[in-house]
């Protein structure tokens, strides 16, 4: 007899948003994961047992939630988070992922890894110390990866007997350092304590005059459709699939991920960069064959003329197609720790699924995430470092800003001698 655990159906097609947390040493940030995923039943008893005792065992006055997170022993042991954590939760409304990142300076890269597919951002301020260098940098950093949804979680509230005053107070420092970025639209301020779970999942009975959502409620709830780009047809070739079987003997077909916009079969489009026509003969996915193909959808393409095209190239549609250019602007992140980039230093370039080899023309300007100055005199950048970088590329890319499309206005920057992932790019 088999014992196949049905999978709910509806638990496939739930919507999921994906969020990241960021807050500076201390702030909380293991105990909230912690206990949302315990107060939305999110965790096995014996896991809980585990924690109890080890919290005992510690001497600790409360049940430790930050052990069911912290999943490194000498982590713990230690005290720190690092690396980023990918942890998976549900509740009957919603699938999550959460990338846990540490909140150290010397942890941005960590911090961008883990932000750039999330599409929210819950950033930890403590209540007693309030918006601190570190808070910035966070919010700096998920406006830079174009995160336009941010909760600022007010955490420790028990710890200033849950002051209206005091949580008024940190809504308004942290509103006028927001209001000097672009890309966030939707920002919620919640008073929360994550050791005692008031605002979490639950509604606090401490804070009656706070009116807004808890936050798995806005977890929930929040409206992520419009963040993807719709509008700009985009489709990088993966893999070109030819069966060479006699069942499917002329079958030609192109594998990839939609990248933005909308396909249908039967729409006139462009392959880039030969730039010829032919229209969308069908759509295949895993589910048999579409309608219609949007972001983040993965499917085949097949097409009604033979053209040459191989991994690398995408399929766009004429009335707006991508920029095609061999000398960009971005912004990178620096994340080599024996390497500094180096003007004139040369890498190859991976954005989306095509590879170039590339030159650091100019570097233009480094950011002082703390403070959001422009440092422009120091042209080499070391490990975790952010600024405006110009690249000429060896074959023109097709891409477009990074505001526009965070698929194809990403790319990475490798090392041409080791091979090793040296800066994460956002084209400007």
């Not at 209540?127 to 909760?151: D, P, S």
């Amino acid at each position: 007899m088999s014992h196949e655990i049905p999978i709910d159906e509806g638990y496939l097609d739930m919507d999921l948003l994906r969020f990241t947390t960021a807050g500076s040493v201390d702030d909380g940030k293991s105990t909230l994961i912690g206990r949302l995923l315990y107060d939305s039943k999110n965790t096995f008893e014996d896991q809980i047992e585990a924690v109890e005792e080890t919290s005992k065992k510690r001497g600790d006055e409360n049940v430790n939630l930050a052990l069911l997170t912290d999943g490194l022993r000498a982590e713990r042991e230690q005290g720190i988070t690092i690396d980023v954590a990918y942890r998976y939760f549900a509740t009957p409304k919603r699938k999550f992922i959460i990338a846990d990142t540490p909140g150290h300076i010397q942890y941005t890269r960590n911090m961008v890894t883990g932000a750039s597919t999330a599409n929210l951002a819950i950033i930890l301020v403590d209540a007693r110390t309030g918006v601190i260098e570190q808070t910035c940098r966070h919010a700096f950093i998920a406006n830079l990866l174009r995160i336009r949804h941010v909760i600022v979680a007010v955490n420790k509230m028990d710890l200033v007997d849950y002051s209206e005053e005091r949580f008024e107070e940190i809504t308004k420092e942290f509103e006028e350092f927001a209001s000097r970025l672009d890309n966030i639209v939707d920002m919620v301020t919640i008073p929360i304590s994550a050791l005692h779970g008031d605002n979490v999942v639950e509604k606090s009975t401490n804070t009656p005059w706070y009116e807004g959502p808890t936050m798995l409620y806005h977890l929930e709830n929040v409206y992520i459709g419009s963040d993807h780009n719709h509008v700009d047809a985009r489709f990088p070739v993966q893999w070109v699939i030819r069966p060479h079987s006699d069942e499917h003997h002329d079958f030609r077909g192109y594998a990839g991920r939609v990248a933005g916009g909308v396909f249908k079969p039967g729409d006139d489009v462009v392959v880039q960069p030969s730039g010829f026509t032919t229209k969308i003969k069908a759509i295949e996915s895993l589910e048999g064959p579409q309608e219609q193909a949007f972001a983040p959808l993965s499917c085949t393409m097949t097409l009604e003329d033979e053209i040459d095209i191989s991994r690398g190239d995408m399929i766009v549609k004429a009335n707006n197609p991508p920029k095609k250019e061999q000398v960009i602007e971005a912004m990178i992140c620096w994340f080599s720790e024996d390497k500094q980039l180096q003007p004139r230093g040369k890498y190859y370039l991976r954005h989306t699924t095509k590879e170039v080899k590339a030159i650091v023309q100019e570097v233009k300007y480094k950011v002082n995430i703390n403070t959001l100055h422009k440092v422009e005199d120091d042209t080499t950048f070391g490990l975790n470092e952010i600024g405006r970088v110009s690249i000429r590329c060896s074959a023109p890319l097709l891409f477009d800003s990074y505001r526009r499309n965070r698929q194809t206005g990403s790319f990475v920057l490798i090392d041409s001698q080791t091979n090793e992932t040296v800066a994460a790019g956002m084209i400007v």
